[in-house]
Protein backbone atom coordinates (compact mmCIF):
# COMPACT_ATOMS: atom_id res chain seq x y z
CA UNK A 1 0.00 0.00 0.00
CA UNK A 2 1.23 3.16 -0.44
CA UNK A 3 0.64 7.00 0.81
CA UNK A 4 -0.21 9.98 -0.57
CA UNK A 5 -0.92 13.74 0.08
CA UNK A 6 -3.27 15.26 -2.50
CA UNK A 7 -3.44 19.18 -1.73
CA UNK A 8 -6.12 21.27 -2.75
CA UNK A 9 -5.82 25.08 -2.99
CA UNK A 10 -8.79 26.52 -1.00
CA UNK A 11 -9.45 29.62 -3.31
CA UNK A 12 -10.14 27.59 -6.42
CA UNK A 13 -11.99 24.97 -4.54
CA UNK A 14 -13.68 24.58 -1.18
CA UNK A 15 -12.12 21.57 0.34
CA UNK A 16 -13.43 21.71 3.78
CA UNK A 17 -16.75 22.42 2.99
CA UNK A 18 -16.94 19.14 0.56
CA UNK A 19 -15.35 17.70 3.46
CA UNK A 20 -18.37 18.34 5.44
CA UNK A 21 -20.81 17.58 3.17
CA UNK A 22 -19.72 14.45 1.38
CA UNK A 23 -18.23 11.28 2.16
CA UNK A 24 -17.08 10.53 -1.30
CA UNK A 25 -14.97 12.63 -4.27
CA UNK A 26 -14.07 12.35 -7.46
CA UNK A 27 -10.60 14.17 -7.77
CA UNK A 28 -8.83 15.03 -11.17
CA UNK A 29 -5.08 15.15 -11.65
CA UNK A 30 -3.42 17.15 -13.58
CA UNK A 31 -1.57 14.58 -16.31
CA UNK A 32 1.62 16.15 -15.51
CA UNK A 33 1.58 13.93 -12.36
CA UNK A 34 1.27 10.81 -15.05
CA UNK A 35 4.76 8.71 -13.20
CA UNK A 36 2.85 8.91 -9.79
CA UNK A 37 -0.58 8.14 -10.98
CA UNK A 38 0.87 5.10 -12.49
CA UNK A 39 1.64 4.20 -8.82
CA UNK A 40 -1.65 4.84 -7.37
CA UNK A 41 -3.68 2.13 -6.76
CA UNK A 42 -7.36 1.57 -5.12
CA UNK A 43 -6.77 0.66 -1.38
CA UNK A 44 -4.11 3.22 -1.01
CA UNK A 45 -4.19 5.68 1.91
CA UNK A 46 -3.88 9.97 0.82
CA UNK A 47 -3.95 12.35 3.49
CA UNK A 48 -6.24 15.58 2.10
CA UNK A 49 -4.42 18.60 2.50
CA UNK A 50 -4.95 22.24 2.18
CA UNK A 51 -3.23 24.68 1.03
CA UNK A 52 -2.75 27.74 2.59
CA UNK A 53 -6.09 30.36 2.09
CA UNK A 54 -6.20 34.15 2.12
CA UNK A 55 -9.18 35.93 3.14
CA UNK A 56 -11.10 38.91 1.64
CA UNK A 57 -8.37 41.13 2.13
CA UNK A 58 -5.99 39.11 1.08
CA UNK A 59 -4.25 38.37 3.88
CA UNK A 60 -2.52 34.81 4.23
CA UNK A 61 -4.58 32.75 7.34
CA UNK A 62 -1.52 30.04 7.80
CA UNK A 63 -4.14 27.44 7.80
CA UNK A 64 -2.27 24.96 5.71
CA UNK A 65 -2.21 20.91 6.83
CA UNK A 66 -4.18 17.79 6.47
CA UNK A 67 -7.76 17.68 6.94
CA UNK A 68 -8.74 14.71 6.39
CA UNK A 69 -7.60 10.94 5.60
CA UNK A 70 -9.33 8.90 2.40
CA UNK A 71 -9.02 6.00 0.91
CA UNK A 72 -8.72 6.00 -2.68
CA UNK A 73 -11.70 3.61 -4.07
CA UNK A 74 -10.51 3.63 -7.85
CA UNK A 75 -8.37 4.88 -10.24
CA UNK A 76 -9.50 5.64 -13.64
CA UNK A 77 -8.15 7.40 -16.98
CA UNK A 78 -10.70 10.70 -17.22
CA UNK A 79 -13.68 11.58 -15.63
CA UNK A 80 -16.51 9.55 -16.54
CA UNK A 81 -19.10 11.72 -15.43
CA UNK A 82 -18.66 15.29 -16.25
CA UNK A 83 -20.34 18.06 -14.14
CA UNK A 84 -22.38 20.85 -15.91
CA UNK A 85 -23.96 23.72 -14.84
CA UNK A 86 -27.46 22.36 -14.69
CA UNK A 87 -26.18 19.38 -12.92
CA UNK A 88 -24.43 21.58 -10.36
CA UNK A 89 -27.33 23.78 -9.97
CA UNK A 90 -29.77 21.07 -9.51
CA UNK A 91 -27.41 19.66 -7.06
CA UNK A 92 -26.51 22.43 -4.75
CA UNK A 93 -30.21 23.32 -4.84
CA UNK A 94 -31.82 19.97 -3.73
CA UNK A 95 -29.13 19.73 -1.00
CA UNK A 96 -29.25 23.40 0.54
CA UNK A 97 -25.54 23.80 -0.73
CA UNK A 98 -24.70 27.55 -1.32
CA UNK A 99 -21.48 27.54 -1.46
CA UNK A 100 -21.33 25.59 -4.93
CA UNK A 101 -19.97 28.55 -6.38
CA UNK A 102 -16.57 27.49 -8.19
CA UNK A 103 -17.57 25.26 -10.92
CA UNK A 104 -16.45 26.74 -14.40
CA UNK A 105 -17.67 24.93 -17.29
CA UNK A 106 -15.09 25.34 -19.57
CA UNK A 107 -12.35 24.35 -16.89
CA UNK A 108 -14.74 21.43 -16.82
CA UNK A 109 -14.59 20.44 -20.02
CA UNK A 110 -10.96 20.44 -20.08
CA UNK A 111 -10.37 18.39 -17.78
CA UNK A 112 -12.79 15.53 -19.03
CA UNK A 113 -9.79 14.01 -19.74
CA UNK A 114 -7.85 13.84 -16.76
CA UNK A 115 -7.70 11.01 -14.88
CA UNK A 116 -9.30 10.75 -11.90
CA UNK A 117 -9.18 9.24 -8.44
CA UNK A 118 -12.68 8.44 -6.83
CA UNK A 119 -12.26 8.93 -2.59
CA UNK A 120 -14.10 7.95 0.39
CA UNK A 121 -12.91 10.16 3.24
CA UNK A 122 -12.56 8.37 6.37
CA UNK A 123 -11.69 10.26 8.56
CA UNK A 124 -12.01 13.95 9.24
CA UNK A 125 -9.79 16.36 11.22
CA UNK A 126 -12.13 19.43 10.32
CA UNK A 127 -11.92 20.38 14.08
CA UNK A 128 -8.02 19.61 14.40
CA UNK A 129 -6.04 19.60 11.61
CA UNK A 130 -2.89 18.50 11.78
CA UNK A 131 -1.16 22.32 10.64
CA UNK A 132 2.03 22.42 8.77
CA UNK A 133 3.95 23.74 12.28
CA UNK A 134 3.25 20.52 13.75
CA UNK A 135 4.28 18.79 11.07
CA UNK A 136 7.72 20.54 10.14
CA UNK A 137 8.58 19.75 14.25
CA UNK A 138 9.16 16.85 13.86
CA UNK A 139 12.38 14.91 12.96
CA UNK A 140 12.16 13.34 9.93
CA UNK A 141 8.88 15.45 8.35
CA UNK A 142 10.89 18.66 8.22
CA UNK A 143 11.67 17.54 4.71
CA UNK A 144 8.18 16.20 3.24
CA UNK A 145 8.25 17.46 -0.54
CA UNK A 146 4.80 19.16 -0.23
CA UNK A 147 6.50 21.64 2.59
CA UNK A 148 10.05 22.01 -0.12
CA UNK A 149 7.54 22.25 -3.00
CA UNK A 150 4.03 23.42 -2.38
CA UNK A 151 3.14 23.76 -6.09
CA UNK A 152 1.99 20.75 -6.80
CA UNK A 153 -1.08 18.48 -5.95
CA UNK A 154 0.02 14.75 -5.86
CA UNK A 155 2.52 13.78 -3.60
CA UNK A 156 4.27 9.86 -2.35
CA UNK A 157 5.14 9.95 1.01
CA UNK A 158 7.95 7.63 1.67
CA UNK A 159 7.72 4.49 4.13
CA UNK A 160 9.81 6.16 6.40
CA UNK A 161 7.89 9.14 6.70
CA UNK A 162 4.93 7.02 6.97
CA UNK A 163 5.85 5.18 10.22
CA UNK A 164 6.96 9.06 11.91
CA UNK A 165 3.48 10.24 10.78
CA UNK A 166 1.59 7.39 12.44
CA UNK A 167 4.05 7.21 15.38
CA UNK A 168 3.93 11.34 16.20
CA UNK A 169 0.56 12.91 14.77
CA UNK A 170 -1.92 10.33 13.62
CA UNK A 171 -1.57 7.58 16.54
CA UNK A 172 -5.50 8.20 17.10
CA UNK A 173 -6.51 8.41 13.17
CA UNK A 174 -4.75 5.06 11.72
CA UNK A 175 -4.44 1.40 12.50
Given at each position: ????????????????????????????????????????????????????????????QYDRG?????????????????????????????????????????????????????????ELLLD????????????????????????????????????????????????
Amino acid sequence: MNYWILQSNPNRFPIREELKHFRTSYWQINPRFHKMLREIESGDTAFIWQSNSYNKEGKCQYDRGIYAIAKILSVSPHHKQPNTPEAVDRYSKENKLDWIKWFDLEESKRREKWPTLMLEYIELLLDSPILVGAIQSIAGLEKLTILKQPQGTVYHLSQDEVKIMKAKLLQRHLP
